[in-house]
Nanobody, 127 residues
Framework: QVQLVESGGGLVQTGGSLRLSCAAS????????MAWFRQVPGKEREFVAA????????YAAEFVKGRATVSRDNEKSTGYLQMTSVKPEDTAVYYC????????????????????WGQGTQVTVST
C-alpha cells in the first residue's frame, strides 16, 4: 500500500517561494508516477504539476507554468513541488498523488488518474 505524506506548507508572502515535499513509502518510489493537486473550499481539486516514473518530462498547469517545478529524488523516495512568485490565489490545500502506472500525458491532469493520495498540506499566501 502506497503511503504519501506531504510537508512544507505554511504561510508565504506574496512574491515569495515555497517547496513542498511528498515522502512516499510502501512501494518502489522509482516506479511511481507523482503529481500535485490543490483544492480550495467549494471548488474541485485542480491539477498543478506531474512527473511520471521513467520520464524526465514534467507537466504543469498553465496557471503555474514558469512558476512551478516538479521533481523527484528516487534515492530519498520523495517528490517535490517548488513554486516561485506565489500569489494569494495560490492559497489552497496541496495534495500529493501517485500512480503505480504511467498515465498517458493527456490524463495526468485528472484526479481519477491517481490511486493514492496524501493528506494534504495547507499553503497560505499573504497579501
Amino acid at each position: 500500500q502506497v503511503q504519501l505524506v506531504e510537508s512544507g506548507g505554511g504561510l508565504v508572502q506574496t512574491g515569495g517561494s515555497l517547496r513542498l515535499s511528498c515522502a512516499a513509502s510502501g512501494y518502489t518510489f522509482s516506479r511511481l508516477s507523482m503529481a500535485w493537486f490543490r483544492q480550495v473550499p467549494g471548488k474541485e481539486r485542480e491539477f498543478v504539476a506531474a512527473i511520471r516514473y521513467g520520464d524526465t518530462t514534467t507537466y504543469a498547469a498553465e496557471f503555474v507554468k514558469g512558476r512551478a517545478t516538479v521533481s523527484r529524488d528516487n534515492e530519498k523516495s520523495t517528490g517535490y513541488l517548488q513554486m516561485t512568485s506565489v500569489k494569494p490565489e495560490d492559497t489552497a490545500v496541496y495534495y500529493c498523488a501517485a500512480n503505480i502506472n504511467r498515465p498517458i500525458s493527456s490524463n495526468l491532469r485528472f484526479a481519477s488518474a491517481y490511486n493514492y493520495w496524501g493528506q494534504g498540506t495547507q499553503v497560505t499566501v499573504s497579501t
